[in-house]
């Protein structure tokens, strides 16, 4: 029992060691922005903004609400509400990139202290 006891808490160990840091995530996320199909998303320590031509909108990571996908784009949705809809920012990106991009804003959001909420959850 006590090995299995020690086993556990060296894999438990193992993974925190390797999860990825704000900044390591944020720099990965500028890396790889070559694949964003425009030059009007950037990312900063504490926001995401899309600026394109009359288009603008800013979301604080910790106020993010949602990120979701579909085929070719990438929505990031905050909590703020604007003539009863949410604030988002769209943007389409290469298709090779969309998983893994989705999955590292997701894990910058989460670590600057974002609460995904579903609205049907209910």
Not at 12 to 30: D, M, P, S, Y
Not at 56 to 82: F, H
Request: charged share 25%.
């Amino acid at each position: 029992m006590k090995k299995l006891i020690s086993l556990g808490f060296f894999v438990f160990i193992i993974g925190t060691a390797k999860a990825q840091t704000a900044n390591e995530t944020l720099e990965w996320l500028r890396a790889k922005q070559p694949a964003i199909r425009c030059n009007c998303v950037s990312f900063d320590d504490s926001t995401i903004r899309i600026s394109e031509k009359e288009e603008k909108a800013t979301i604080q990571w910790s106020n993010i609400k949602d990120i979701t996908n579909n085929l070719l784009a990438i929505t990031v949705v905050g909590d703020e509400v604007i003539d009863g809809k949410n604030v988002f920012i769209r943007f389409y990106i290469d298709s090779k990139v969309l998983p893994q991009y989705v999955k590292a804003l997701k894990h910058l959001a989460q670590v600057k202290g974002a609460k995904f909420v579903k609205d049907d959850m209910f």
